[in-house]
């Protein structure tokens, strides 16, 4: 205790948040690396099960997917919904709330938007009414997080079950508005929109062509700006992460906990609803049902391997774009199921390495000193 | 007749139901969320119909969901207890993992991405009102009975005990000597099985594995387990309760003054009232969810 190994005064702070910022960055980074080694691993266990050389179903799924510009366009398109989801569920988060609803807010902004499309005039220049769209979808969208917030915030009912159990009522109820009232006859889907349809990336980038990509992915880019500045550098963003981190103190400090989480699950729904928009306004212009499947639960993959991070986000949600890309790329030599079961283990691995990664690199760093 | 019919169709939905709530209480009042039970029950159904395709007796079948399930459970286990990862997390991976890989392996033995071929199983011809029928399932009985089993070992067992125990307060059980994370890992392997059991049974009575034949019956499960306050006689209710508004629903198609989906609904809306307290409050177990603390 009395002896300690001493640094200069002036160093020492500059020392201990290049160190901190280390230490923060190792956390960070090794849990998706080690899940990705293990992911690999399952995955090549899988192939050769199949009897297929796992070198060259790897270098099939690279291939299908950042090797060609239609494969990249894909990675794209399915990158922009995923990084909606997995943006919504790191805000719930960051509020220390698990939103497992991004399913069906994301089904029900794309409902929402596609009937007020159904509705306009016919040619009305696209960014005129977008935002008319952008309600739209946020309404749908936040009315269903918004409602577990409430039911959390007014009556203590955990948000984990209300969003699991929201999602069954949404997705049936939807299923019966769209079969029942708005479905075009012998489809399961809407009528087209008639005004606002958003140009796909191939109208700018002829390479593209074919393939699923359009402007809502500069929606999304901008969603993420706005997200971390409000996250990080809003007021009512700190409130949040205070709430999230230690509710208790937060409560102490002036913060209303309760208010934090409604309002904090209506952000969440409401870009989870946002997302719709990419199917809606940039790919088939009618809500179609069952369009959301898997996206909402792998959007909480994206915000466990983001960190919870809007920039990680992006990048996680590249990922799992890549990833579920890739299994239609491999279908050919493997079945493309591989890759649900590669993304499932993705989230195992991260959820365990998270904790045991941290602990180790307590320890390791503990022991010079000890 | 018509009643006979009725309480035979009730009876029939209500088994897996039955049996992955009988499974999911034991973990849940371990203080492990049970998310998983799908996947359980997912993974249950399609080991049930390899154990059967390939042992050519359908108790194989039964054996081999019970392992499947446990296995899928322990994984879980290992992960949540051991590793100390979110709960949550785990137990929605724990789902896409058994659609993956039920699939991928369906199609790896049985070149198929939809079913299963025929397998060996319980279920007889049906005559009349169909309750002779059931009668002559050995897994109607085993779902019958497990939710008697399981809440006797809660409330009769020192095994119970230290469950309830380590789910309200893992501190204090730990203080008095219970290897709280050893009751964890045997409550949530047990769990897994019986759960297994569940998704067993169907396959045994549709003598086919089919693509995410669960659909959705673990979470209708895991419901039951809420709306029934976490206590056994009350979950059992839930189940026929949820069952019966599923044969009235099947009863009356065509007839149709209620739309199928809004019926559909009626165990998740009942379940969100229940947490919500409007008619007295579903209070989960103390130390719910909390392995990572």
């Known amino acids: 205790m009395s002896a300690s190994p001493t640094s200069a005064p002036a160093a020492a702070p500059l020392g201990a948040r290049r160190a901190r910022l280390r230490a923060q960055l190792e956390e960070a980074v090794l849990p998706p690396i080690v899940a990705l080694l293990i992911a690999a691993l399952v995955g090549d266990i899988l192939i050769l099960t199949y009897g297929q050389s796992p070198g060259a179903v790897y270098r099939l799924l690279f ?64 960014l005129v009414v977008l935002p008319l769209f952008l309600l739209a979808a946020a309404v749908g969208g936040g009315v269903v997080g918004g409602a577990a917030g409430v039911l959390k915030s007014r009556w203590g009912a955990h948000e984990v079950i209300t969003t699991i159990m929201l999602n069954f009522i949404v997705l049936a109820l939807l299923n019966y508005l769209t079969v029942a009232h708005f479905k075009v006859f012998d489809t399961l889907h809407t009528a087209e929109i008639r005004s606002g349809a958003l140009p796909r990336l191939s109208a700018v980038i002829p390479a593209f062509h074919g393939s699923a990509a359009n402007v809502v992915i500069l929606l999304a880019l901008i969603a993420v700006a706005i997200a971390w500045w409000y996250l990080f550098r809003s007021r009512a963003g700190y409130e949040l992460r205070a709430a999230g981190l230690q509710p208790q103190a937060a409560e102490y400090g002036g913060v209303h906990v309760p208010g934090v989480w409604w309002r904090a699950m209506l952000i969440s729904g409401a870009v989870a609803g946002i997302g719709g928009l990419n199917f809606v306004l940039g790919y088939k212009h009618y809500y179609e049902d069952g369009f959301s499947t898997g996206a909402g ?33 491999v279908n050919a030599l493997v079945p493309k199921q591989m890759v649900e079961v590669l993304q499932a283990v993705v989230i195992i691995a991260v959820a365990t390495s998270v904790p045991e990664v941290r602990r180790l690199l307590r320890g390791a760093r503990r022991s010079p000193d000890a | 007749m018509m009643f006979l019919a009725f309480l035979a169709q009730t009876i029939r939905i209500s088994i897996p139901y039955l049996f992955a709530s009988a499974g999911g209480v034991l973990s849940e009042r371990s203080g492990l969320i049970a998310l998983g039970l799908e996947g359980y029950m997912l993974t249950g159904a399609f080991c049930a119909a390899i154990g059967s395709y390939f042992g050519h007796n359908p108790w194989f079948g039964v054996l081999a969901g019970m392992a499947g399930g446990a296995s899928f459970a322990l994984l879980y286990a290992l992960c949540s207890i051991r590793y100390k990862a979110d709960q949550v997390v785990v137990g929605v991976a724990i789902n896409l993992l058994a659609i993956g890989a039920t699939r991928f392996f369906l199609k790896l033995l049985f070149h198929s991405s939809a079913n299963s071929p025929r397998v060996p199983g319980f279920s007889v011809a049906e005559t009349g009102s169909g309750i002779r029928a ?38 204090a059980a730990l203080s008095v000597g219970v290897p709280v994370a050893r009751v964890q890992w045997l409550a949530v392997a047990i769990s897994g099985a019986i759960a297994g059991l569940g998704g067993a049974y169907l396959t045994l009575d549709q003598h086919q594995f089919s693509d995410q034949m669960t659909a959705g019956r673990g979470f209708i499960a895991l ?18 309760l949820f069952a019966a508004a599923e044969t009235f629903q099947i009863r009356l198609q065509g007839v149709a003054f209620v739309p199928a989906q809004f019926v559909e609904m009626i165990p998740y809306v009942l379940t ?16 719910l969810g909390k392995t990572n603390e």
């Open chain 1, 63 to 126: 291939e299908g997917t950042w090797g060609n510009a239609y494969g990249l366009g894909q990675v794209l398109y399915k990158a922009t919904t995923l990084t909606f989801t997995g943006l919504s569920v790191a805000i719930g988060l960051r509020a220390g709330l698990f939103n497992i609803g991004a399913e069906s807010q994301l089904a029900a902004g794309g409902f929402v938007a596609a009937v007020v499309g159904t509705l306009l005039p016919p040619g009305i220049p696209a």
């Open chain 2, 134 to 171: 059931l009668a002559h399932n050995p897994l109607i009985w085993l779902g019958a009975l497990s939710i008697p089993a399981v809440a006797w070992v809660l409330y009769r067992t020192p095994f119970g005990l230290r469950v309830r125990a380590v789910g309200e307060h893992p501190g």
């Open chain 2, 223 to 240: 419901a039951a387990i809420i709306f029934g306050r976490w206590d056994p006689p009350r979950i059992a209710l839930a189940c026929l």
């Open chain 1, 297 to 329: 639960f792998l959007g909480i993959a994206v915000a466990l391997v983001g960190r919870n991070n809007p920039v990680g986000v992006v990048l996680a949600a590249l990922l799992f774009g890549t990833l579920s890309q890739g299994g239609l790329a």
């Open chain 2, 272 to 287: 969100i009232v229940a947490l919500a307290g409007v008619v007295g409050r579903a209070v989960p177990p103390a130390a």
